[in-house]
């Protein structure tokens, strides 16, 4: 099942990159491909080489609140397809709930965390700003639900700031080291935050760095009002981030910036929005596979929802793209 998986996302890669003499029935049997161009040379190397893969969702919020079907039967098929070896880590970004103050909702996403807990599989979320909205900003029930508590013993947890609100994970996939910082919905522009952002990522800058953030990127593709200061004063400064991943806005954008580090090289940061509660059903369940070909040195980002087994909402090259990537390691 795994390698039936890998080869429909190399698929739908191929597809969408013109690699249009490689078919399905080729996938299985790359070695039967004439390679007589330079896209099918390519196309081999990428099914050759052994990629790995992170799974992205967020933006739950309707779930939790109208169709918890769906978040239960997100939670099973992540465990299940982890143990398959379909991916290492899970990245949520947050609005885990509609409306902050109903448990009925947050009973409905800590069940499903508890199966990745349950599962050992590794996993980081921030809050949003339905997490915390009640009359202003209140911490006190997502706090309870995910504080440092829930994440002090996990071997991938790195460290934290005001009870998580900020916080770390120290993953290694396929043999390369990564950092996953995760910035909260409300603090991430303060000082006392870009201070302990900077620190921890030149304290880890051996280490490939993917920002998450629930707001970050508008539908046109520019910074929203908090996303100039962390671009500004955290990624620009670390020459390590060359990711960052958000939702909150109901669309699919990305945007690729050229930034000059420290040294007066250049490197390029990948920005990523990413958002389906226009989508019936407040989603249908559609999440990203983040598939890195190291190698390559290419990122394979691939929209699916296990829930009605289907490919992209929006449009097909919003939805599932490729874009060159170079690791720190």
Not at 12 to 31: E, P
Not at 41 to 54: A, C, L, T, Y
């Amino acid at each position: 099942m795994k390698r039936r998986l890998l080869a429909v996302l190399t698929a739908v890669f191929l597809m969408m990159n013109n690699y249009s003499d490689i078919t399905f029935a080729q996938i299985s049997d790359i070695r039967g491909v004439k390679s007589n161009s330079q896209t099918a040379e390519q196309g081999k190397r990428i099914i050759n080489e052994k990629p790995f893969s992170m799974v992205w969702f967020t933006d739950t919020q309707y779930y939790a609140e109208s169709y918890p079907e769906i978040f239960d039967f997100l939670g099973d098929w992540l465990v299940k397809e982890y143990k398959k070896g379909s991916f290492g880590y899970v990245i949520n970004t947050g609005d885990l709930v509609n409306v902050a103050s109903d448990i009925r909702q947050w009973e409905v996403v800590d069940r499903n965390f508890k199966k990745l807990d349950t599962a050992n599989v590794p996993y980081g979320v921030l809050a949003g700003n339905h997490d915390v909205s009640i009359n202003g900003l209140n911490y006190e029930i997502y706090n309870k639900y995910f504080g440092k508590s829930r994440f002090k013993a996990k071997s991938w947890y790195g460290g934290n700031m005001s009870n998580n609100l900020n916080h770390y994970d120290l993953i290694t996939l396929g043999g390369h080291d990564f950092i996953i910082l995760y910035l909260d919905y409300s603090t991430n522009i303060t000082e006392e935050t870009i201070k302990w952002s900077n620190n921890i990522l030149k304290k880890y800058s051996g280490r490939t760095a993917i920002l998450a953030m629930h707001e970050y990127l508008n539908c046109n593709s520019s910074l929203t009002y908090v996303a100039h200061n962390v671009f500004n004063r955290i990624i620009s400064k670390n020459n390590n981030v060359i990711m960052i991943l958000c939702g909150h806005n109901h669309c699919a954008v990305r945007r690729i910036k050229t930034v000059i580090n420290t040294d007066g090289s250049t490197r390029k940061v990948i920005e990523i929005l990413s958002d389906y509660q226009k989508a019936p059903h407040g989603g249908d369940g559609y999440l990203r596979y983040l598939n890195f070909h190291p190698e390559s040195g290419l990122l394979q980002v691939v929209t699916y929802s296990p829930y009605k087994n289907k490919y992209n909402f929006f449009e097909d090259t919003k939805d599932s793209f490729t874009e060159k990537i170079k690791l720190i390691d």
